[in-house]
């Protein structure tokens, strides 16, 4: 099940630096796409989500950016912070259902 | 802030046995969601359910799964005869409504079910 990818599995940066993680998917009845975060022996949380009808949704240092005609969506985090380092999955839904459609995540490392 | 609780952490269980998942969902939510990731592998979703029913299942979840909200509290996850592939991190998350639309789902810490 390739509808949803996230074709880097790692990404280190500098604290203060933009974080950028992207995603891509496949499914065009996808319409809803959010954003977890998730530290080791943790459960995924919520960070943000956007609908299909918008192309941008921010919230303080985290903005992602959606680009229906590709099929691509980025989070971006501004200013990356140590605490930000964790695995960040990227996940999908047609907004009707109920079921989110995962990636398999990107490692972030945030380095002082 | 309110969370969803799993127990327990870590359940090991020959091959063959039952097994049952138990999840705390968050108090006023009313979607309870079951996923798995095994490991190396993504985060598949198994079933939702509300209302007492099943509202959504994937392939995955077949006759030897099961659902059940026992009490007003508890959602539990049954494998009725586990198998090797079975092995995963089995979380359980809750929504105060049902689509994906309107409420973001909130994920348990996960148990990791080892079978022998």
């Known amino acids: 099940d390739q509808q949803v990818k996230q074709n880097s599995p790692s990404l280190s940066v500098q604290e203060g630096r933009i974080s950028i993680l992207n995603c891509d998917y496949t499914?065009?009845?996808?319409?809803?796409f959010l954003w977890y975060k998730k530290y080791p022996a943790e459960g995924p949380t919520f960070l943000i989500s956007?609908?299909?009808?918008?192309d941008k949704n921010e919230d303080g240092r985290f903005t992602v950016f959606l680009n229906k005609s590709a099929k691509h969506l980025s989070l971006h985090i501004v200013p990356s912070q140590p605490g930000d380092s964790a695995v960040y999955f990227c996940a999908a839904a047609r907004g009707s259902n109920y079921k989110l459609t995962f990636g398999k995540g990107t490692l972030l490392t945030v380095n002082p | 802030e309110p969370e969803v609780t799993q127990t327990p952490s870590h359940q090991v269980t020959q091959m063959g046995q039952e097994v049952i998942l138990r999840c705390v969902p968050i108090?006023?939510?009313?979607?309870f969601y079951w996923y798995r990731q095994i490991l190396g592998q993504k985060v598949e979703f198994l079933v939702s359910?509300?209302?007492?029913?099943?509202?959504?299942k994937s392939e995955i979840f077949d006759d030897q799964f099961s659902v059940e909200r026992p009490d007003g509290s508890n959602f539990t996850l049954k494998i009725r005869s586990t198998k090797l592939e079975d092995s995963a991190m089995y979380f359980c998350?809750?929504?105060?409504?049902?689509?994906?639309?309107?409420?973001?789902?909130?994920f348990g810490d996960g148990t990791r079910l080892s079978i022998l």
């Open positions: 359910f509300y209302n007492n029913e099943i509202s959504e």
């Open positions: 499914n065009s009845m996808f319409d809803y």
């Open positions: 108090s006023n939510h009313l979607y």
């Open positions: 998350a809750s929504s105060e409504q049902g689509l994906v639309s309107n409420q973001p789902q909130h």
């Open positions: 956007i609908s299909s009808i918008k």
